[in-house]
């Protein structure tokens, strides 16, 4: 007894293709120096300039003095673009100009660029074959134009080749995984291998390599490759914490901040300053040691803890450790909640400490109050809030205890 086997269902597959047509642009300019003198060489004769390629096809542009056709009694000058090497049905846009010597712009232009064309692109079916025009431009008023400039004409041509071709979409891809550098970096100095410099930062041992810091940081390949610092195998380092330099040197190998975010916010002992944190610690070394990259990361952080009472703070130390991102940030900040901010205890600190800070940031405040409309809707001047201890948005800001 024969077996009945369902038959598989058909797979519909979808493909796509594109067809895309263009052109191939050049340009040649052709120079006729000496006009007065090809005057009288015979109607149909021309000057020809040099080959020039476009869309790998071989170009000339042809000049006749005396016209090329005869009934018009070299009443005209004629150009034409002609096809100077082997080819069959070639489609091409054309474009002749002759040029304004004058510098005032006013150039004759014939093209078939720009404008919709009926019948298509001009087609050029062997060698020889021409498009231009036999009434090119009327000759007497050619000699007393613009356009001649001791004894000079200059035309212009641009040849557009038509080309098509067919788009289709890439059926086979092969993803590239993320750079895993970093990683690389961060095992070499996680097992010590091929380290050729300690630090000694308080006690605490440190091994690194001299090209990978030296690499990263300009103030440490000065130090190390400079003068004594070359032949140095240890150098202690007593004006930071070991925490610090670790950090500093997690992300000189890894390119990132250390993983532990609550190590960064934390501050060591029982200290409540901002300025204590390790963040803002690895703030000042990433300023020390010209690490630009370490020194907007730290900013980005710190832009999360921005508030009336910590702004003022931030500011300052923004402005500091060179930190332009972080302070603009916190003059805004600061300006869009003026009264409340002026009322914080680091506002006070300020004042006493930072002239030229609190002159930048009057100057923030004048630059905000431009942007509030005076037509009392919901935007406030930021020198309102003064009288009445709201911030820019008419809301009361209430200070962080």
């Given at each position: 007894?024969?077996?009945?086997?369902e038959?598989?269902?058909?797979?519909?597959?979808?493909?796509?293709s594109r067809?895309?047509?263009?052109?191939?642009?050049?340009?040649?300019?052709f120079?006729?120096?000496?006009?007065?003198?090809?005057?009288?060489?015979?109607?149909?004769?021309?000057?020809?300039?040099?080959?020039?390629?476009?869309?790998?096809?071989?170009?000339?542009?042809?000049?006749?003095?005396?016209?090329?056709?005869?009934?018009?009694?070299?009443a005209?000058?004629?150009?034409?673009?002609?096809?100077?090497?082997?080819?069959?049905d070639?489609?091409?846009?054309?474009?002749?100009?002759l040029?304004?010597?004058?510098?005032?712009?006013?150039?004759?232009?014939?093209?078939?660029?720009?404008?919709?064309?009926?019948?298509?692109?001009?087609?050029?079916?062997?060698?020889?074959?021409?498009?231009?025009y036999?009434?090119?431009?009327?000759?007497?008023?050619?000699e007393?134009?613009?356009?001649?400039?001791?004894?000079?004409?200059?035309?212009?041509?641009?040849?557009?080749?038509?080309v098509?071709?067919?788009?289709?979409?890439?059926?086979?891809?092969?993803?590239?995984p993320?750079?895993?550098?970093?990683?690389?970096?961060?095992?070499?100095?996680?097992?010590?291998?091929?380290?050729?410099?300690?630090?000694?930062v308080?006690?605490?041992?440190?091994?690194?390599?001299?090209?990978?810091?030296?690499?990263?940081?300009?103030?440490?390949?000065?130090?190390?490759?400079?003068?004594?610092?070359?032949?140095?195998?240890?150098?202690?380092?007593?004006?930071?914490?070991?925490?610090?330099?670790?950090?500093?040197?997690?992300?000189?190998?890894?390119?990132?901040?250390?993983?532990?975010?609550?190590?960064?916010?934390?501050?060591?002992?029982?200290?409540?300053?901002?300025s204590?944190?390790?963040?803002?610690?690895?703030?000042?070394?990433?300023?020390?040691?010209?690490?630009?990259?370490l020194?907007?990361m730290?900013g980005?952080?710190?832009?999360?803890?921005?508030?009336?009472?910590?702004?003022c703070?931030?500011?300052?130390?923004?402005?500091?450790?060179?930190?332009?991102e972080?302070?603009?940030?916190?003059?805004?900040?600061?300006?869009?909640?003026?009264a409340?901010?002026?009322r914080?205890d680091?506002?006070?600190?300020?004042?006493?400490?930072?002239?030229s800070?609190?002159?930048?940031?009057?100057?923030?405040?004048?630059?905000?109050?431009?942007?509030?409309?005076p037509?009392?809707?919901?935007?406030r001047?930021?020198?309102?809030?003064?009288?009445?201890?709201?911030?820019?948005t008419?809301?009361?800001?209430?200070?962080?205890?």
């Open positions: 007894m024969a077996l009945e086997t038959a598989a269902p058909m797979i519909a597959l979808t493909t796509s067809s895309v047509t263009e052109t191939v642009n050049g340009s040649h300019c120079e006729i120096k000496g006009y007065s003198l090809a005057k009288g060489m015979g109607i149909g004769k021309h000057i020809a300039s040099d080959n020039f390629t476009v869309g790998g096809y071989q170009w000339a542009i042809y000049f006749y003095p005396d016209g090329k056709n005869l009934e018009d009694n070299s005209y000058v004629s150009a034409f673009i002609s096809l100077a090497s082997d080819g069959a070639v489609r091409a846009l054309f474009e002749l100009t040029v304004d010597q004058s510098g005032k712009g006013k150039h004759k232009v014939h093209s078939h660029f720009d404008r919709s064309l009926e019948s298509g692109p001009y087609t050029l079916k062997y060698r020889g074959s021409m498009w231009g036999k009434r090119f431009y009327r000759r007497t008023l050619l007393t134009s613009d356009y001649l400039k001791d004894d000079c004409l200059k035309i212009n041509c641009t040849v557009g080749v038509v098509s071709s067919i788009d289709r979409p890439i059926l086979n891809s092969i993803q590239v993320k750079s895993d550098i970093g990683s690389h970096f961060g095992m070499l100095l996680e097992n010590m291998e091929g380290s050729d410099i300690t630090f000694d308080s006690g605490e041992k440190f091994h690194a390599h001299k090209l990978v810091l030296a690499a990263r940081s300009s103030v440490f390949r000065s130090g190390l490759f400079d003068g004594a610092g070359e032949n140095k195998q240890e150098i202690v380092v007593d004006d930071l914490e070991p925490a610090v330099f670790k950090a500093l040197l997690y992300f000189i190998y890894t390119d990132n901040l250390p993983e532990d975010e609550k190590s960064l916010t934390s501050c060591s002992g029982h200290a409540l300053s901002t204590e944190t390790l963040l803002v610690k690895l703030l000042a070394v990433a300023d020390r040691f010209g690490l630009d990259r020194r907007i730290c980005s952080h710190l832009c999360k803890d921005i508030s009336v009472t910590s702004v703070e931030i500011l300052a130390l923004a402005d500091r450790y060179h930190a332009k972080l302070k603009a940030v916190c003059l805004k900040f600061a300006a869009e909640n003026l409340a901010v002026m914080s680091s506002f006070e600190c300020l004042k006493e400490n930072n002239v800070l609190q002159s930048e940031l009057l100057k923030t405040v004048a630059g905000c109050d431009k942007d509030f409309s037509d009392g809707g919901k935007t001047s930021v020198w309102a809030q003064l009288s009445d201890g709201g911030d820019s008419g809301r009361r800001v209430r200070q962080r205890n």
